[in-house]
């Protein structure tokens, strides 16, 4: 080490040798002093590099030492909690299976009760007793109560299957009672009132003489867009008015109002009408007009049968204000007794033939609308169907809403049509047989006369009339 120190200093000694060159001469004992002192520093120098670096040292060695007892600590509550976690894992096992035990049946009715709940939300939805029985602040709806309950996973508190036996026996008990409460009830302007309502149990409710709709979304009650027959809203006016004393007559609707809500959306014959556009005003004029004209010829008819009776039991004297009258009083016309008897009987049959057409009068109008109104409603048909397939193309979809008014109109001419086919062609039935009735009397009278006429002009014809009858009644 010593030397090592002397050879630096000999080459320090020697660099600075040709700078000192120019100035006096140094002598050894000064070069020997200042090599000392050089040494001196640099052992300075060292000794205080090397206290700084065992004091580095030994701040590593305490860091090294703490994080060994760091993990030293943290391994052993590793240890800890891995046995803790086996012993919890174990206990947990245990208790399963005590739980289990102890539970018995309690699994089985844990899962009836689910059932039950689910069952019951969907009725307490759709229940108008629902409208009635509205939660309290704070607490749960009836439905959504037992939806919970049916989505539960673990079993229901007293307080809950409590709660349940309630709602599902006061559902039982108020359905078959007639009660009478206020609720809010959403008018047809689109207001929502308080009103009292008479709810017949969970079939139909009535408020003002109103019939009420329930509403399953919102839990609440309204009043129907149109009313009913005049019979049905006046049961619903008695109904509101009842004072509880007695019976009172009301409708049930087993839909629950369901049945009711559609009966009130039925269109009336008005607007069925309307519905059936212009083919059905085409429809309905044709049998419109057919009807008057067939009332007319009824009377005609009626009127004509009893003069034309009233003229049989009288024949000796013919009148003008019948058809059989003026048949029998074309057989006295001046020179009727000069001519044949071919010539009289032309003439009879001339007068019977010139009753025919008023008695037949308006028959073909009738059978032309027999004929036509089914065809017409063919035609509203087609129409309808055109409309019908508009529409889907148009919305390119089949939508039922969309298919219902071309539907609509196509049904409505059908059934117009069919509507005044058949009256009609009962009507004609009947006007024809009633015509036919004076037409036999005719044919049978204007015979009689002509047999009568030729039996007076060939005697011997008579005999044998005579004879022929008396045979007949033998």
């Known amino acids: 080490m010593n030397c090592v120190r002397m050879i630096k200093i000999a080459a320090v000694a020697l660099t600075l040798l040709p700078w000192a060159a120019p100035q006096a001469a140094v002598s050894v004992g000064e070069l020997q002093r200042q090599a000392a002192a050089m040494r001196d520093r640099e052992a300075k120098v060292w000794k205080d590099r090397e206290v700084s670096q065992r004091a580095e ?42 739980l289990r035990q102890r539970e018995g049946n309690l699994g089985e009715l ?77 008018m047809r302007d689109g207001t929502t009132a308080e009103a009292d ?42 109904l509101s008015e009842s004072s509880g004393d007695g019976y009172t007559t009301a409708v049930v609707d087993p839909a629950r109002g369901a049945m009711i809500g559609m009966f009130s959306e039925r269109p009336n014959m008005v607007e069925r009408i309307q519905h ?91 059978r032309l609308g027999v004929a036509a109104g089914p065809l017409l409603g063919l035609i509203g048909t087609v129409i309808g169907m055109i409309v019908t397939f508009h529409a889907i193309t148009s919305s390119g979809s089949s939508d039922p809403k969309l298919m219902a008014h071309g539907i609509g109109q196509a049904m409505i001419a059908t059934v117009l049509g069919l509507g005044i086919a058949i009256p009609l062609l009962f009507i004609n039935q009947g006007m024809t047989a009633l015509s036919n ?6 044919d049978e009278q204007s015979q009689a006369v002509l047999a009568d ?18 045979i007949d009644k033998a």
């Not at 007892?69 to 919890?88: G, V």
């Not at 996973?153 to 006061?170: A, C, H, N, S, T």
């Open 437 to 442: 009735i004076v037409t036999r009397i005719l």
């Open 57 to 98: 040292l030994q701040k590593q060695e305490q860091q090294a030492a703490e994080a060994v007892s760091r993990k030293n600590r943290a391994d052993a509550r590793t240890k800890a909690l891995d046995a803790e976690w086996t012993q919890n894992d174990a206990r947990i096992t245990e208790f399963k299976d005590l």
């Open 197 to 238: 309502i008479v709810r017949v149990g969970p079939f139909t409710a009535v408020s003002g003489g109103n019939y009420l709709r329930y509403d399953s979304s919102t839990l609440s009650l309204s009043e129907l867009d149109r009313d009913l027959t005049p019979k049905l809203m006046g049961l619903a006016e008695d």
């Open 276 to 366: 059936g556009e212009v083919v059905g005003y085409v429809i309905l004029f044709v049998g419109g007009l057919g009807v008057l004209l067939a009332m007319y010829q009824y009377v005609y008819l009626f009127i004509t049968r009893g003069k034309v009776f009233a003229q049989l039991k009288n024949l000796s004297a013919p009148r003008n204000d019948n058809p059989l009258g003026r048949v029998l009083l074309a057989m006295h016309e001046d020179g009727t007794a000069d001519q044949s008897s071919e010539v009289v009987e032309l003439k009879i049959s001339e007068a019977v033939l010139r009753e025919v057409p008023k008695l037949q009068r308006f028959q073909a109008f009738l």
């Open 110 to 186: 844990f899962g009836v009760t689910r059932q039950i709940a689910g069952d019951a939300a969907t009725v307490l939805t759709n229940s108008m007793l629902s409208a009635q029985f509205r939660p309290a602040e704070g607490e749960e709806a009836r439905d959504v109560f037992m939806r919970r309950i049916a989505g539960a996973k673990e079993l229901p508190g007293i307080d809950e299957l409590q709660r349940m036996w309630f709602e599902l026996q006061r559902e039982m008990t108020e359905t078959s009672k007639v009660a009478r409460f206020k609720a809010p009830v959403k």
């Open 453 to 470: 006429e030729l039996a007076r002009r060939n005697p011997f014809l008579t005999r044998g009339l005579e004879e022929a009858r008396r």
